[in-house]
Nanobody, 123 residues
């Protein structure tokens, strides 16, 4: 059974930090590209960051959304089947439900989403 379980969300003050985790099971985690997406209230879901499926000993392709560049960092630990999102210098506009995604295209692949974790940035 495939599972992606996010954790680490909550309330943070502007300028603060949070670290999200997404623990995966039920599929070949190391062969999947991973990404974080978010959906602010009343808006569409958007890409926050993604990381490729190369071994972690090799530099991976990493992409960030324009609004989070320089503030957020995505990383993966294939030994723990976990992807992380370190969020620094948080802003009220970062308030959203954050989802992790695992994607592998082609035969034998899959497209899996977590259930989401709420992040609220407010003073």
């Amino acid at each position: 059974q495939v599972q992606l379980v996010e954790s680490g969300g909550g309330l943070a003050q502007p300028g603060g930090s949070l670290k999200l985790s997404c623990a995966a099971s039920g599929f070949a985690f190391s062969t999947y590209a991973l990404s974080w997406h978010r959906q602010p209230p009343g808006k569409e879901r958007e890409l926050v960051a993604s990381i490729g499926s190369l071994p972690t000993s090799v530099p991976n392709m990493i992409i960030y959304g324009d609004s989070v560049k320089g503030r957020f960092t995505i990383s993966r630990d294939n030994a723990k089947n976990t992807v992380y999102l370190q969020m620094n210098s948080l802003k009220p506009e970062d308030t959203a439900v954050y989802y992790c995604r695992a994607l592998k295209r082609g035969s034998g692949g899959g497209d899996y989403w977590g259930q989401g974790t709420q992040v609220t940035v407010s003073s």
